[in-house]
């Protein structure tokens, strides 16, 4: 079992950034590829980037890509998801998500935080 728990979402005008961190405790952290997924209202989750369990390969959505960055840091635990020129749209919920092997569907992950909100105004 794998408890994940995140933070970093709030309030941001379009065109700025923020920083995600989600800690993850009880199995090995690095045994996981790790995701990031989110949800707007009214809409299905979508995929947003993953991470491999060893740091050495990275998934984005096509939404997204040239914008995020998704990390991690196996020594403390935790993942990382840095947004930059955000835009309206990405207002959402913003889970993240933990699977034995990199996954690049929502529908995949296993492990889910309680998630964290980002909202973009215009």
């Known amino acids: 079992q794998v408890q994940l728990v995140e933070s970093g979402g709030r309030l941001v005008q379009a065109g700025g950034s923020l920083r995600l961190s989600c800690v993850a405790s009880?199995?090995?952290?690095?045994?996981?590829?790790m995701g990031w997924v989110r949800q707007a209202p009214g809409k299905e989750s979508e995929f947003v980037a993953a991470?491999?369990?060893?740091?050495?390969?990275?998934y984005y959505a096509n939404s997204v890509k040239g914008r995020f960055t998704i990390s991690r840091d196996n020594a403390k635990n935790t993942v990382y998801l840095q947004l930059n020129n955000l835009k309206p749209e990405d207002t959402a919920v913003y889970y993240c998500?933990?699977?034995?092997?990199?996954?690049?569907?929502?529908?995949?992950?296993?492990?889910w935080g309680q998630g964290t909100q980002v909202t973009v105004s215009s």
């Open positions: 998500a933990a699977r034995w092997a990199l996954a690049v569907q929502a529908r995949e992950y296993d492990y």
């Open positions: 009880g199995r090995t952290f690095d045994n996981y590829a």
């Open positions: 991470i491999t369990y060893s740091n050495t390969t990275t």
